[in-house]
T-cell receptor
Framework: GENVEQHPSTLSVQEGDSAVIKCTYSDSASNYFPWYKQELGKGPQLIID?????GEKKDQRIAVTLNKTAKHFSLHITETQPEDSAVYFC????????????FGAGTILRVKS | DSGVTQTPKHLITATGQRVTLRCSPR?????VYWYQQSLDQGLQFLIQ???????AKGNILERFSAQQFPDLHSELNLSSLELGDSALYFCASSVDIGSTYEQYFGPGTRLTVT
C-alpha cells in the first residue's frame, strides 16, 4: 500500500531563514498532496496542497514542489517567523481502501528568534 | 477555525469502558473522516462516511464503530477500552467523497484511558 516518508523529523532554523521539508511516496497513482500544520493542542490545519497536473504552487511565503517521476514533493517556507514553529505533515492520497490520505510522520519545525 | 467541531475536548475513562466522540462537519460538507493520532503511530485513518454511508475503512479496530446521521454529524464509538487506545481523535470533513478534495480537521478529542 501507499507509504509516505517525511524528512527531517526535526528542523531548527534561524528567524528569516528558509526551511525545506521533503516527502516521498510509493503509490504512482497518487495525485493529490496536501500539507498540514499542527500547533500544540490544535488540529492539523491545511496550509497548501498540490495536484499532479502542476509542478509547483506558491502562496505568499509557502511553496510546494512536486516531482512525479521521482515520487517526491517538498514544502518550502521562506523568511521564517517564530509563528511558523509547529509540526508539519505531508500526505498523499491513495485509492487503496477506498480513497484516503496517508500521512507522513511529521516534522517539528523550530524557528529561533 | 476550520468550521469542524468536536466534543468533548477531553475525555478520561477507565479500561473496559465505552465512550462516544462527536463531530459536526463544516457547513455544506458531506464527507466525514475519523483519524487517530498517537505518538508512535502518527495520524492514522480510521473510517470515512459520505452522506450517511460508510465509504472507506482504514486500520479501525473491531471494538470501534462509527456512524453518520441524517444531519451529517458523526459519532465514533469506542468500546472495551484499553490503555493503548489513549490518543487524540480527529474528525475531518470535505465537500465530497474523493480523496482529492481538501480535508479540514476539527480540534480533536483527547482520550485518556486509565
Amino acid at each position: 500500500g501507499e507509504n509516505v516518508e517525511q524528512h527531517p523529523s526535526t528542523l531548527s532554523v534561524q528567524e528569516g531563514d528558509s526551511a525545506v521539508i521533503k516527502c516521498t511516496y510509493s503509490d504512482s497513482a497518487s495525485n493529490y498532496f496536501p500539507w498540514y500544520k499542527q500547533e500544540l493542542g490544535k488540529g492539523p490545519q491545511l496550509i497548501i496542497d498540490i495536484r499532479s497536473n502542476v509542478g509547483e504552487k506558491k502562496d505568499q511565503r509557502i511553496a510546494v514542489t512536486l516531482n512525479k517521476t521521482a515520487k517526491h514533493f517538498s514544502l518550502h517556507i521562506t523568511e521564517t517567523q517564530p509563528e511558523d514553529s509547529a509540526v508539519y505533515f505531508c500526505a498523499a492520497n491513495t485509492m487503496e481502501y477506498g480513497n484516503k490520505l496517508v500521512f507522513g510522520a511529521g516534522t517539528i519545525l523550530r524557528v529561533k528568534s | 477555525d476550520s468550521g469542524v467541531t468536536q466534543t468533548p475536548k477531553h475525555l478520561i475513562t477507565a479500561t473496559g469502558q465505552r465512550v462516544t466522540l462527536r463531530c459536526s462537519p463544516r457547513s455544506g460538507d458531506l464527507s466525514v473522516y475519523w483519524y487517530q493520532q498517537s505518538l508512535d503511530q502518527g495520524l492514522q485513518f480510521l473510517i470515512q462516511y459520505y452522506n450517511g454511508e460508510e465509504r472507506a475503512k482504514g486500520n479501525i479496530l473491531e471494538r470501534f464503530s462509527a456512524q453518520q446521521f441524517p444531519d451529517l454529524h458523526s459519532e465514533l464509538n469506542l468500546s472495551s477500552l484499553e490503555l493503548g487506545d489513549s490518543a487524540l481523535y480527529f474528525c475531518a470533513s470535505s465537500v465530497d467523497i474523493g480523496s482529492t478534495y481538501e480535508q479540514y480537521f476539527g480540534p480533536g478529542t483527547r482520550l485518556t484511558v486509565t
